[in-house]
């Protein structure tokens, strides 16, 4: 029973593939004239592309194809490789030519695709070329399956399996096998953050003690009939309540917007380049703080006066979002380096992160209501709310100086950890039996030298101090599937894998 099902995962896993060939990458090949075709990739996932490289023509005669056009490819730097790389996205177009009495013979088209962070193993598709107008995708072309067989341990279960790049601290939350999913795991995340989370009110509390903000707080608060204008003191507490809510709630959906929908920036977070630049941003906003450049949108703030007049609270809300979207030089540096400090977080597997704008604006909005019923006397402006926004332009630049410290790491890893590459063994039959031995849980992961992300994961991930001491409770196992023939393709078929990196945890049967 247990083969059965195991069996059944194999062809699920196999009829997966094939629903995903056709999705994310179409291939069709169509006669120009009786010396030419055009050969058409199409990719239509988001994310997707093909590696220019990784494109190859040969023909079943042995002659060379000569490609006549090919599509402007794009190029970017690739920190994985160390050098710029070329691929194509969307639909691009080949032609191709060969000599008319070469026909008919088959024509093979080699490709490889990535989507996001991973990458599918190399494939081949043959079309029959014969000389007319159309040509077809061959038909009699099977499958060549291999007589080598990849041992599964009957002794031991799966555990876990999960695929593409991940930076340190995701890839040691799927080392610890963490299952927590939605709201348990958000709480995983903070409970040991709650020290943040005060820091994030507090520092929202102080934006309203800078220049750029506490001396407009009188003026707001006439604008929306609140403070000393109000009709009482609760009508004026609520219409404080209701500005300083359209703060904290602005704050949390841009705030969570922008964090959630920087899905690459984990992968880009392994960059030493990208954190130098982060680390530029920060020099910046700091100098904004310090008055050395000027980062100034107050001058669009009169125009949400005239929100106010309308009658009801929603107007009082929507002037509450709108000062804090254009809150000044004072508050502008900040809100952007929290929203990079949070993007951070959440790329890292720190899901708090995402409640970090919000807790800003809720910090922000406290004083507003009390301001409002009159029940607190504002401090009086003066040169001392200067020494506030200087504070701010410190701490913006200690983060700085930590992003190029974190640049330097990447860039330059310590040499104890170059050692790690050689704990690995090369042996799935060995790996199972050292686990049974040494009764512990056994890591395999699956790689190429042409997988990038598994590059990506070789410079940083697998360089990672604490990930290195997590992976030591495992016997590791690395299985190179660089070369594509039958041997590495039955035990890729054996264990399901379809695209790279990918990693599998086993464990002895209980």
Partial sequence: MKRLIFVTMILMASLAFSQEEKTLVDIGVGAINSESAAVTFVTTEEHSYLYAS??????????????????????????????????????????????????????????????????YLPQSVTFDVSGGSTIVKN?????????????????????????????????????????????????????????????????????????????????????????????????????????GLGMAVVYGVV???????????????????????????????????????????????????????????????????????????????????????SSNMYASGNYAGLFFPLLLGVGMALPWPLAG????????????????KYVFGILIFAMAIYYFYVAFEIWNPKKANDNAETLWYHSIDEGFDIAAKENKPMLLYFTADWCKNCAQMKMSTFKDSEVIAELDKFV???????????????VLNQYGVIGLPEYIIFDAQK
């Fill in 54 to 119: 990784s494109i190859l023509f040969s023909a079943s005669d042995g002659e060379k194809i000569e490609i006549l056009e090919q599509p402007h490819y794009k190029t970017k730097y690739d920190e994985a490789f160390g050098t710029d790389v070329s691929y194509m996205e969307g639909t691009n177009r080949y032609v191709i030519g060969y000599a008319e009495e070469r026909l008919p013979f088959k024509l093979t088209i080699g490709y490889q695709l990535c989507v996001g962070q991973v990458c």
């Fill in 139 to 243: 038909k009699d072309e099977e499958n060549v399956v291999s007589n080598v067989s990849a041992n599964i341990n009957d002794n031991f279960d799966e555990l876990s399996r999960s695929s593409g790049y991940m930076n340190s601290t995701k890839f040691l939350a799927f080392l610890k096998m963490d299952k927590k999913q939605g709201f348990d795991k958000i709480l995983e995340s903070s409970k040991n953050q709650w020290w943040f989370f005060i820091v994030a009110i507090i520092g929202g509390f102080l934006l309203n003690l800078t220049p750029c903000v506490l001396p407009l707080i009188p003026i707001n608060l006439a604008i929306i009939g609140a403070g000393a204008k109000a009709e009482s003191k609760s009508k004026g507490f609520l219409l404080g309540g209701v500005y």
């Fill in 255 to 341: 705030g969570g917007i922008v964090v959630l929908t920087g899905s690459q920036f984990g992968t880009l977070n392994a960059s030493p380049v990208f954190n130098v630049v982060i680390a530029i941003i920060f020099v910046l906003l700091a100098l904004g703080m310090f008055d050395v450049i000027s980062i100034d949108f107050s001058r669009f703030q009169n125009s949400t006066s005239g929100i106010a007049k309308k009658s009801g609270y929603l107007p009082i809300l929507i002037m509450g979002g709108i000062t804090a979207l254009l809150a000044g030089a004072c508050v502008a540096p900040v809100v952007i380096a929290v929203i990079l400090i």
């Fill in 373 to 388: 019923g009159g029940m607190a006397s504002l401090p009086k402006p003066g040169k001392w709310m200067m020494k506030v």
């Fill in 476 to 490: 590791k196992v690395k299985f190179d599937a660089t070369v594509d023939n039958d041997e590495n393709r039955a």
